[in-house]
């Protein structure tokens, strides 16, 4: 029996589920081991993977991201960055910007790359028992599939910023940016 399009668009809806929650929220459970909340996790991994060199971001760029995630206000982000930067946890700096007074930059201390690194080792177990049982073919190919996904999706998103940049430029001039920059980076090691 051949597929339309349809019922392949309805497979992959069904498939949001167990991806999104079920194998996302234990992702992120396994990076966070009790020490951070979804939100901390979202953020470190913000600076890994839109920060400059993986270790510094704009505030004000994971303001408009968390915002848009989590459905979170600004006072929230405060808190959670603010706990990040003080013991016991001290894994991030919060420093003027240099190019703008007004603008705060959040830095990894060296603690927070220590931690990060452990994030990211935590994240390989964690789909290191997935991966054993798909075959190398399975798992390059998942692995590619996921990132033309991404890709797909990013270029749709752009269209969509773009499109409406064009109608009212002013509505768009806080729509997010990719968080996808390292999808053509190996995942498994």
């Known amino acids: 029996m051949k597929h339309t399009a349809d019922d392949t668009a309805a497979a ?8 999104h929650y079920r194998l996302g929220m234990a992702l992120e459970d ?7 909340s979804r939100k901390q996790v979202a953020i470190l991994w913000l600076i890994r993977c839109e920060g400059e060199k993986g270790r510094s971001i704009r505030r004000k760029d994971v303001q408009r991201l968390l915002t848009e995630w989590f459905e979170i206000s600004s006072p929230s982000v ?6 990040m930067s003080k013991p016991p946890l001290d894994l991030i700096r919060i420093l003027e910007d240099p190019r ?3 603008e705060k930059r959040l830095v990894l201390t060296n603690k927070g790359e220590q931690f990060l690194a452990a994030m990211a080792e935590r994240g390989r177990a964690f789909f290191a028992p997935i991966i054993t049982e798909l075959s190398a073919k399975e798992a390059d190919e ?12 990013e270029r749709s998103l752009q269209r969509s910023r ?9 509505a768009t001039s806080g729509n997010r940016q ?9 995942v498994f090691k």
């Open 162 to 170: 773009l499109a409406a940049a064009n109608r009212d430029p002013v």
């Open 178 to 186: 990719s968080a996808f920059k390292r999808v053509e980076a190996p």
């Open 12 to 19: 992959f809806l069904e498939l949001f589920y167990p991806i």
């Open 100 to 102: 703008s007074g007004r």
């Open 30 to 36: 396994a990076l966070r081991i009790g020490a951070l």
């Open 78 to 83: 405060s808190k959670a960055l603010r706990s």
């Open 142 to 153: 998942g692995l590619r599939f996921l990132q033309n996904v991404t890709a797909i999706l």
